[in-house]
């Protein structure tokens, strides 16, 4: 049995709502905002996409109240680099990796014996 939700109005759901694909155009889900380099920009969904018997649901946001994409600055791409470049780090023998230290162990695989 195959059920598609097709509510423009919201009069079924309480919320506008379109099977998968068949959204209208200037509505976007946020993970192609993101591809398109947007955010929401504080604003609520406008409208959702049901699929999969109504299991999976994502949201709509208008195109047009679309902000662009934050940009880190310099000090918290510095800070994050600081973070990630610590995970890397043994805590046993100081080398940085180039994987993340199992918090587990705290320690390289050299340390701990490869295992």
Do not use: N
Not at 21 to 31: E, F, Y
Not at 47 to 55: F, M, N, P, S
Request: net charge positive; hydrophobic share 35%; aromatic share 8%.
């Amino acid at each position: 049995m195959t059920t598609t939700i097709y509510d423009p109005a919201g009069t079924v759901t309480g919320f506008p709502t379109f099977p998968f694909r068949m959204a209208p155009a200037g509505l976007a889900t946020r993970r192609q905002l993101r591809a398109a380099g947007l955010r929401p920009g504080g604003h609520d969904p406008v409208a959702q996409i049901v699929w999969r018997r109504g299991k999976r649901v994502a949201y709509l946001y208008r195109l047009d109240l679309a902000a662009p994409k934050r940009v880190a600055t310099p000090a918290q791409r510095e800070a994050i680099a600081k973070a990630l470049r610590a995970r890397r780090t043994c805590r046993h023998c100081d080398q940085v990796r180039p994987y993340y230290i199992p918090r587990r162990t705290g320690s390289c695989l050299d340390c701990t014996g490869g295992h």
